[in-house]
């Protein structure tokens, strides 16, 4: 078998492994909370997350404050509460 068709098939395989519903609830309550902000936030919100490229150092003291207040009001805690649920649910492999 040509390794190209090996990587394709042992891909196709993790695809089917994947927690799909977890996938689209996660998916869901992000896109629920990405709506709570106004286009003009979700703008600024990735202008600084490109900016700071993830480290917050890299912006100023008022950037950061900015930052932070438009990740809270994406509310990830709330997004965590909707998968605590999820937590439990741990898929059996090979049957067990």
């Known amino acids: 078998m040509p390794r190209l068709t090996r990587t394709v098939a042992s891909a196709?395989?993790?695809?089917?492994?994947?927690?799909?519903?977890?996938?689209?609830?996660?998916?869901?309550?992000?896109?629920?909370?990405r709506r709570a902000l106004q286009p003009h936030e979700r703008r600024r919100l990735l202008e600084l997350l490109a900016k700071s490229r993830a480290r917050p150092w890299r912006l100023t003291g008022t950037e950061r404050n900015e930052l932070m207040a438009l990740v809270h009001r994406l509310d990830p805690m709330g997004v965590g509460r909707e998968l605590v649920p999820w937590l439990r649910y741990t898929p059996r492999r090979g049957g067990h």
């Not at 089917?16 to 869901?28: A, I, N």
């Open 12 to 33: 196709g395989g993790a695809v089917r492994r994947l927690p799909w519903p977890l996938l689209v609830t996660t998916l869901v309550a992000l896109e629920r909370r």
